[in-house]
């Protein structure tokens, strides 16, 4: 079974940054395609960004414009999350999700993955 842990939110002023880990155990990590998503109160699930098994980045440029940068280390198991020239409109809970079945680029929709960890609260303060 596979589990996911995120880590690294919190309360961070207006223009500041964070930056989110999430471990993962249990399966073979390198194989999976892994994806932030955040949900903020009153609205759906959102995809922040992913990255594939070979290293294909994307994200949601949209909503994240370029501030957010999404990384990974199969040494560790560990796929990250830098945040930077966070906006109150970024605050939300934080998921970590893992694809298990290969693909050429993360899906946007949440429904394609496999496996998600319990979370974490990012609040940005104005």
């Known amino acids: 079974q596979v589990q996911l842990v995120e880590s690294g939110g919190g309360l961070v002023q207006a223009g500041g940054s964070l930056g989110l880990s999430c471990v993962a155990s249990?399966?073979?990590?390198?194989?999976?395609?892994m994806a932030w998503f955040r949900q903020a109160p009153g609205k759906d699930r959102e995809f922040v960004a992913g990255?594939?098994?070979?290293?294909?980045?994307?994200s949601n440029t949209d909503s994240v414009k370029g501030r957010f940068a999404i990384s990974r280390d199969n040494g560790v198991n560990t796929v990250y999350l830098q945040m930077n020239s966070l906006g109150p409109e970024d605050t939300a809970v934080y998921y970590c999700?893992?694809?298990?079945?290969?693909?050429?680029?993360?899906?946007?929709?949440?429904?394609?993955?496999?496996?998600w960890g319990q979370g974490t609260q990012v609040t940005v303060s104005s």
């Open positions: 999700a893992a694809e298990r079945t290969y693909t050429i680029i993360a899906p946007t929709d949440a429904g394609k993955y496999d496996y």
């Open positions: 249990g399966g073979t990590f390198s194989s999976f395609t």
């Open positions: 990255i594939t098994s070979f290293g294909r980045k994307s």
